[in-house]
């Protein structure tokens, strides 16, 4: 699950501080959060940003709870 994924992240940024890791799939606001504190570098969105309302505004607010 997700939490299984998380922990995947956490122990390659552990062992490969400088690889880039990129999430595909399942992010939304949520767990976007989740997904940034994991170490996650990039994440790959598209109905948390153009499943309903502005997606310039869904973008913004991603990025915020991303902390980014």
Do not use: C, W
Not at 20 to 34: F, K, L, P, R, Y
Not at 36 to 60: C, K, P, W
Request: proline share 1%.
């Amino acid at each position: 699950g997700q939490l299984d994924t998380f922990k995947a992240v956490i122990k390659l940024k552990e062992k490969y501080p400088n690889i880039t890791i990129q999430m595909d799939g399942g992010i939304h606001n949520d767990n976007v959060e989740d997904v940034s504190n994991a170490g996650v570098d990039s994440a790959v969105v598209g109905s948390a940003i153009y499943g309903t309302g502005n997606a310039s505004d869904n973008l913004l607010e991603l990025k915020a709870l991303a902390g980014r």
